[in-house]
């Protein structure tokens, strides 16, 4: 079974402050790695997408993936109380052309 | 913009009743997928369907069953609705291989009574 593993938090953190949020997979071959943000009552928005080792940056959004050892994080810089939210992390399984593993998300609180 | 559309986001039905929930994407995509998600236990998938009148069961298909007779529209169906079906349903479309990941409908939040 595929897992992919996420703290479920809260993650609470001041406003202003950098939030990093992690996980990790258990797919070895995977090469598509999502972050989705998911509000409260609302349905998960995808914001990050990486597939190669490294950082790539979006804005205020970094992701960050390591292959070798199987983690990805999602940084949030200058946090603001509107990133409050579940971040979903979520991997492309190798094995499937289609069928994406999601995490069961990190409750993250930004406090003002 | 792009979307998948679901028809209803809210739906109160009582015990044994059939359910249809709709959804409809307008990206061409070829994958469609049916989750629920319940606090607690993360997204859980249905069933899915990589083309017209193909389905697969996912990882908890038991008392529901999928209808794709046309590409843009996957249905799911609860054959007879029980309070344990009770949750929040979403949809969700992507390209054949999903390697851009998927898109959500905004979710059905289905109460059985």
């Known amino acids: 079974q595929k897992e992919v593993e996420q703290n479920s938090g809260p993650l609470s953190v001041p406003e202003g402050a950098i939030a990093s949020l992690n996980c990790t997979y258990s797919?070895?071959?995977?090469?598509?790695f999502f972050w989705y943000r998911q509000y409260s009552g609302k349905s998960p928005e995808l914001i990050m997408s990486?597939?190669?080792?490294g950082d790539k940056e979006d804005g205020r959004f970094t992701a960050q993936l390591n292959k070798a050892s199987q983690y990805v994080s999602l940084l949030i810089r200058d946090s603001q109380p509107s990133d409050s939210a579940t971040y979903l992390c979520?991997?492309?399984?190798?094995?499937?052309?289609?069928?994406?593993?999601f995490g069961s998300g990190t409750r993250l609180s930004i406090r003002p | 913009d792009v979307k998948v559309t679901q028809s209803s986001r809210y739906l109160v039905k009582r015990t044994g009743e059939k359910v249809f929930l709709e959804c409809v994407q307008d990206?061409?995509?070829?994958?469609m997928f049916w989750y629920r998600q319940d606090p607690g236990l993360g997204l859980r998938l249905i069933y899915f369907?990589?083309?017209?009148?193909?389905?697969e069961k996912g990882d908890i298909p038991e008392g529901y069953s999928v209808s794709r007779e046309k590409k843009e529209r996957f249905s799911l169906i609860l054959e007879s609705a029980s309070t344990n079906q009770t949750s929040m349903y979403l949809c969700?479309?992507?390209?054949?291989?999903?390697?851009?990941?998927?898109?959500f409908g905004s979710g059905t939040r289905l109460t059985v009574v």
């Open positions: 969700a479309s992507s390209l054949v291989d999903s390697n851009y990941g998927y898109t």
């Open positions: 797919d070895r071959g995977s090469q598509s």
């Open positions: 990486i597939y190669s080792n």
């Open positions: 979520a991997v492309k399984e190798y094995s499937s052309a289609s069928k994406i593993i």
């Open positions: 990206m061409d995509h070829e994958n």
């Open positions: 369907s990589y083309d017209v009148k193909m389905k």
